[in-house]
């Protein structure tokens, strides 16, 4: 069980909170951190309906498991309607009593360069319902910030370095 679990919350194919996760787990490890990923794109997901953990599939009791083993998150949210996605949302919901009191990280993708409040939503969610104390600085990454299937801004990956930095020093 590693101590860092990294969630990519984006069902699309072509993800570009994806890049961010890719690109960040290469800074995990360059620097011998160890973490799991958790992509929604690779596990079976439900809707939450209010029902113990135990009672939901394999793939979200696994998901569970892993992230009540870890001390740490990094989030990776697209942003949808200048919020967190549904999808994430409901992981969240059926997950996120796993994450009491731990620590975690945001990335935060959207279309433009407006949205970067969304992140906030994420940060109120974990803050008020698991505790989850969230580090600065967020990445927030938009449309203009990818070339090539890359990031192409300096300050996004400087921002990732960072927020790895902040949030590996409190665990
Ligand atoms: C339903 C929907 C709602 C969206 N709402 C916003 C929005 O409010 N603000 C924004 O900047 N981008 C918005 N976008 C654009 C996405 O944030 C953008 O496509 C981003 O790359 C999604 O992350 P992904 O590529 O990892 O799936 C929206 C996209 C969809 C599909």
Redesign the pocket.
Known sequence: MSNLVVI?????K??????IVNHVSEILLEKGIEYSVIDLRNIKLEFCDGRKIEEYNDDLKSAYKLMKSASAYII?M??????V?GVLKNFLDITCNSMERKFAGIIC???????YL?SADLMKILSYEVHVLTVQPIVYA??SDFQNGKIGNQKVINKAKDMVENLMSLV
Do not use: F, R
């Open positions: 990519q919350g984006s069902l699309n072509k993800s570009k909170t994806a890049i990776g697209p942003v949808y309607c200048y919020s996605s993708n959207a279309g433009g360069i407006m949205s969304a938009c449309d």
